[in-house]
């Protein structure tokens, strides 16, 4: 198989980076995800592109959606150089998916659908290290001492837009913008919607099939 080009679309919550990491380290190829890569430059001095706001992480901790001229320049810079990519967090409006087409193509569109109800509870709960960024849930996947990473001995914190009144307006961000993107993609030849309900071992299960049978 040659390295697949996929796009995992679905809700805040839907565990996109759960399975994202998963397929990138399965499949050899780069997680490219427009959430971390604004965590890690929240602060950046974005004033002279025009923005309502001097910094993205402004419109983070609110739940909406960074302009499009600073995640286009993230994603268009981490996709020159990859050979093969998950793309996690991005197209969130149809804009977004028109600069995409024109950057790149796509083998695989994962959509995972999951009930509004269940990604309240699920994001809410959520739990990340600070040193590693992996997930955690404070009662479906704890970590054998609370607080404290399994894997890297990191804290565990509450993402800023992990309280409820930013999830809501996330949520409702994600209706407004990202469900037509969704729509966008469904005539595409590598569309394949996913039941994000199941256990993350479910999910993965028909991630994998999907991957090896458009991309293989
Ligand atoms: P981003 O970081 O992309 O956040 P998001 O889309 O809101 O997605 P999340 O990371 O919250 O959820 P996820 O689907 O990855 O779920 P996870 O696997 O963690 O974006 C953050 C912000 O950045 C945006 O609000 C916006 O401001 C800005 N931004 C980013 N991209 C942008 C763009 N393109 N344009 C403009 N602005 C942009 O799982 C969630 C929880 O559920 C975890 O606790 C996990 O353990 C649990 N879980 C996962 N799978 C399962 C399962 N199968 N069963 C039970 N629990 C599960």
Known sequence: MSAPQVLILGAP???KGTQSARIAEEYGIEHVTTGDALRSNKDMDISHMDTEYDTPRAYMEAGDLVPDAVVDAIVEEALSGAEGFVLDGYPRNLAQAETL???TDLDVVLVLEVAR???IERLTGRRVCEGCGTNYHVEFDRPEEAGVCDECG???IQREDDNREAVENRLDVFEENTAPVVEHYRDH?????IDGEQSPDGVWADISAAIDERAG
């Open 13 to 15: 919550g839907a565990g």
């Open 101 to 103: 087409a024109d950057v």
């Open 117 to 119: 109800e269940e990604l």
């Open 154 to 156: 990191g804290e565990l």
């Open 189 to 193: 030849e590598g569309f394949v919607a």
